[in-house]
């Protein structure tokens, strides 16, 4: 079975500070990844997806992920953190053969971002 | 370009008592999706579609219906209101292709149970 592990499930970074949201995923075939934002009282929007054409994966808002097969992570980062980030993100999984390729979702990381 | 609408965005229910969630998407996309989401449980799946009079369970079905009877449309039926169904339902829609198209997310329907 598929699973996604998002390690915090609240973390505070300041303004300006580097931003790391942990993901670890366990696949017994070759996953594909996801990261997506929800602002309060909105639904989900990308951020980025792996493809495995490259394993550093740039995204929108300055956001970068790199997949890490040997060490089965897709960790989120981000150099400079900006008020704006304040959101929660969510890291999801899916791969050929899910059906109709539906999302295994981790439980969501709450970023808070410090004046 | 709406994309994924829901409606409605918030509703309060009585035990026992019946409501239909909207959704609709104007991408024609093949593939529909609902989703719950709980405070720290992350979303989980309750039901999807891979076409018009195609639908299958997913991790969290029971309590609820589904139907396609078009591309557009996948309502979610949820026919005897309990507490545990208190929750945020999301609907999401991708189209065909590789396993790497993204799903596109709805805001949202709130919903309470009392």
């Known amino acids: 079975a598929q699973s996604v592990t998002q390690l915090g499930s609240h973390v505070s970074v300041s303004e300006g500070a580097l931003v790391l949201l942990r993901c670890n995923y366990s696949?017994?075939?070759?996953?594909?990844l996801f990261w997506y934002v929800q602002y309060p009282n909105q639904g989900l929007q990308l951020l980025l997806k792996?493809?495995?054409?490259?394993?550093l994966v740039k995204g929108i808002n300055g956001f970068e992920a790199e997949f890490k097969k040997s060490e089965t992570s897709f960790h989120l980062t981000k150099p400079s953190a900006h008020m704006s980030d304040a959101a929660e993100y969510f890291c999801?999984?899916?791969?050929?053969?899910?059906?109709?390729?539906?999302?295994?979702f981790g439980k969501g990381t709450k970023l808070s971002v410090i004046p | 370009n709406a994309g994924v609408t829901q409606t409605p965005k918030f509703r309060i229910l009585k035990i026992g008592q019946s409501m239909t969630l909207q959704c609709a998407q104007d991408?024609?996309?093949?593939?529909m999706y609902w989703y719950r989401q709980d405070p720290g449980m992350g979303l989980k799946l309750i039901y999807y579609?891979?076409?018009?009079?195609?639908?299958d369970k997913g991790e969290v079905p029971n309590g609820y219906n589904v139907s396609r009877s078009t591309t557009e449309d996948f309502p979610l039926r949820l026919e005897l209101a309990a507490p545990s169904q208190t929750s945020v339902y999301f609907c999401?829609?991708?189209?065909?292709?590789?396993?790497?198209?993204?799903?596109?997310f709805g805001d949202g329907t709130r919903l309470s149970i009392l």
């Open positions: 999401a829609s991708r189209s065909r292709g590789q396993p790497n198209q993204p799903q596109h």
């Open positions: 696949s017994s075939v070759p996953p594909y």
């Open positions: 792996y493809t495995s054409a490259a394993t």
């Open positions: 999801a999984l899916t791969y050929s053969g899910a059906g109709s390729y539906q999302l295994t």
């Open positions: 991408m024609n996309h093949n593939y």
């Open positions: 579609s891979v076409g018009a009079g195609i639908t």
